[in-house]
């Protein structure tokens, strides 16, 4: 199949497919003798494979290790472990971010209960202050 009909079968943009064969995740595809290039079932089952890391948010660093490893069926599978758990840890410290986060947004919620003019606005007032107190710094 042509790039256009591989990208159609797997959901992907063509640039995807360009950037991902150039950056060595997908192999090369064969040449037609017209020029075209062609891809197989292979480059459709390593495309969702990446586009699975991908939605695990694995960078391509990482997909290109996991690759490797694939490459070779009869390697142990101890990278592969270290590569998820060091995913893991990534997930873990990105959700501890973003309850803080969730934390300082209630915290600034309750600032302001209910309806009042602007001019009296809790959380107005609060993030004002915290930007006259970064703005000093510098």
Do not use: S, W
């Not at 995807?16 to 090369?28: D, V």
Request: with cysteine; charged share 30%; net charge negative.
């Amino acid at each position: 199949m042509r790039i256009g009909e591989l990208a159609h079968a797997c959901g992907v943009e063509v640039d995807t497919i360009r950037y991902y064969e150039k950056e060595g995740l997908l192999p090369a595809a064969t040449r037609a003798p017209n020029g075209y290039r062609l891809f197989g079932p292979l480059h459709a089952e390593r495309l969702a494979f990446i586009r699975h890391c991908r939605a695990l948010d694995m960078p391509l660093a990482e997909i290109r290790q996991l690759i490797e490893v694939a490459d070779h069926p009869q390697a142990d599978c101890g990278d592969v472990n270290a590569l998820i758990d060091a995913q893991l840890d990534t997930v873990r410290k990105r959700i501890a971010a973003m309850q803080a986060l969730e934390a300082q947004l209630m915290a600034l919620r309750a600032r302001c209960g209910e309806q009042r003019a602007v001019e009296a606005c809790g959380i107005l007032k609060e993030l004002m202050a915290v930007g006259r107190d970064e703005g000093g710094k510098g």
